[in-house]
């Protein structure tokens, strides 16, 4: 076993047996930092697609946002997919995807597929599979490796007409370029961009009178937190150790790929860290309110919980850096949240048991 000595002398335990089993397998030929290789649609990412659009209909759904005719914006889109498809299959007017990269810049992107081609042969897939509903039976086998226990409902669609999508390269801080509003926000992705007060007050300016928003969001503090490119192989590693440890147990251990692992942990990932508490209090600063928040956790709890309990001073180290952190977080996977937006004139638009109804309201054009 080999360990690292903390700048306070504490040893922490360092192998790969503390990793590698938790992590998808990868490509044939790469190594589990490595980003995806060039290459057809595999059956993982069509799982994957499928049940992230499954998902996201269904919690709409479930809040009761009103979808006909709605405009959504897609945050940190990669290759459209998402938007492209809810548009397919649901009764959504138009949507507009932005992100700062193109298909395949990102070390987190999808790699080397023709958009327009993998948007087909997705549809292809999900009519073949589901021909009347989403239906999670129908693509459940191709899920073995995806932490979720968030088991969407049937969700019948019918064959949808051609409708307005477009694409712009733009950052999330830069909505207001857009000057356009929106009904529906949606982002997947905001644990690999910084300032979440800046996404929130840009979202803000584009969001219509009774948008919603909603996140898809992977807690840096989770067991993985830090994904494949920048997880060490200490057990929880990335809330043990403080900022300037980390950069050198990077060199260290990593030292052949040290300043890539660097480069994802601070500008890779959301940074500085802020805990789901903090966001929540950021959305409300910015006018919106949790709707509803919902935890789906990660598989393997039983092992994350004896891998910190195996650690001596384990919970006194994660304070030490991380003081507002809760255990709830620690052991979580992706959280789901949807957030309202708060009306202007609260007064004018509640309902008699003193909430405004979220799918209610004066519709934006399109």
Not at 151 to 158: L, V
Not at 214 to 232: E, N, Q
Request: proline share 7%.
């Amino acid at each position: 076993m080999q360990y690292f000595t903390k700048d306070d002398g504490r040893q922490l335990p360092v192998s790969d047996d503390f990793l590698l089993p938790f992590l998808s397998p990868t490509s044939p030929g790469t190594n589990y930092w490595d980003s995806p290789p060039p290459g057809p649609v595999t059956d993982r990412q069509r799982g994957r697609t499928v049940l992230q659009v499954h998902q996201v209909l269904q919690l709409l759904r479930k809040c009761g946002v009103e979808l006909k005719g709605r405009k959504l914006l897609d945050i940190g889109t990669g290759p459209g997919l998402i938007p492209r498809l809810m548009l397919e299959f649901s009764d959504l007017g138009s949507a507009v995807g932005i992100d700062p990269y193109l298909s395949g810049e990102h070390a987190t992107s999808w790699q080397g597929h023709n958009e327009d081609e993998a948007l087909r042969e997705m549809r292809d897939f999900i009519r073949a599979a589901s021909p009347v509903a989403l239906d999670y039976g129908n693509y459940r086998e191709l899920m073995g490796y995806e932490h979720h226990t968030l088991i969407p409902d049937r969700f019948p669609y019918e064959v949808q007409p051609a409708k307005p999508y477009r694409f712009e390269q733009i950052g999330a801080h830069d909505l207001s370029e857009l000057d356009e509003l929106f009904d529906i926000l949606y982002v997947k992705a905001i644990d690999h961009i910084p300032d979440w007060s800046g996404i929130f007050a840009a979202a803000s300016a584009v969001a219509a009178e009774d948008a919603v928003f909603c996140i898809k969001h992977f807690s840096f503090f989770s067991f993985l937190g830090p994904h494949r490119y920048a997880t060490t192989n200490i057990p929880w590693g990335h809330l043990l150790l403080n900022d300037d440890e980390y950069r050198r147990f990077a060199k260290e251990f990593h030292g052949h790929r040290a300043e890539q692992m660097i480069d994802f942990y601070f500008t890779g990932l959301a940074y500085p860290r802020k805990t789901m508490s903090g966001l929540v209090k950021i959305a409300y600063e910015h006018g919106f309110l949790p709707v509803t928040i919902i935890n789906e956790p990660l598989r393997n709890l039983a092992e994350f919980h004896r891998l910190a309990e195996s650690v001596e001073g384990f919970w006194d180290m994660a304070r030490e850096n991380y003081p507002d952190l809760g255990a709830e977080e620690m052991f979580s996977g992706r959280y789901h949240i949807v957030f309202r937006r708060i009306p202007a004139d609260t007064g004018s638009q509640k309902t008699g048991n003193g909430s405004a109804p979220i799918g209610s309201g004066k519709q934006t054009g399109h």
